[in-house]
């Protein structure tokens, strides 16, 4: 659904929200470079489409968003439950996904060697994961946007987008269809392969 206020485009060379009006948000190709505090980044970090669905937008500028939107999330959630870890990551942040380290609180040592490689493992299993679901999402927006003739004609209004989803009668549902089917089709997760259970 699109935001009062602001004018949103999916920019057809990163397949990112770029919006102009009551508030900016960058795609990928006009991210401001230099330097910048955590607060400064985290203001920075644009809306999005859900990276199942692409069809609703995920409210961004906070380290602890979503990915996915409010209707894909709770499924998102079951799938993890059913395969027992994190396929459909939820967050951008670690912590959002169920990833975090909590020290032990005496005696030293706070962390254990074992501890701090199987909390590397976890964390970067996450973002690997996190950065795969980008992909999908943009994999998914290029080739739906490709196949309603979208594409071609520069960046693409998101209000023309969503009527031509509509119209084409994509739907969460069925994204949702495809996305199982997909991991159906394979005994590894979305993004790669089942964690090693003696791990």
Do not use: K
Request: aromatic letters at 6%.
């Amino acid at each position: 659904m699109p935001r009062t206020g602001v004018h949103d485009v999916i920019c057809t060379t990163c397949w990112q929200l770029r919006a102009t009006g009551a508030h900016t948000d960058h795609c990928h190709c006009t991210y401001p470079t230099g330097q910048r505090t955590i607060a400064e980044r985290e203001r920075l970090l644009a809306c999005r489409l859900c990276y199942v669905c692409g069809l609703a937008i995920v409210q961004g500028h906070t380290r602890w968003m979503s990915l996915l939107c409010d209707q894909c999330r709770p499924c998102a959630r079951e799938v993890n439950t059913r395969h027992g870890w994190l396929v459909l990551p939820i967050g951008i942040h670690s912590i959002v996904n169920g990833v975090g380290f909590r020290a032990n609180p005496e005696p030293l040592p706070a962390i254990t060697l074992a501890q701090a490689v199987a909390f590397h493992d976890q964390l970067q299993a996450t973002m690997d994961a996190v950065g795969a679901a980008h992909e999908y999402g943009h994999n998914l927006l290029r080739t739906r946007c490709e196949r309603l003739g979208l594409t071609g004609t520069g960046n693409i209004d998101l209000d023309d987008y969503l009527a031509a989803t509509a119209s084409a009668g994509d739907t969460q549902e069925r994204a949702w269809q495809d996305l199982l089917l997909l991991l159906d089709s394979a005994d590894v997760g979305l993004w790669g392969q089942r964690p090693d259970p003696s791990g």
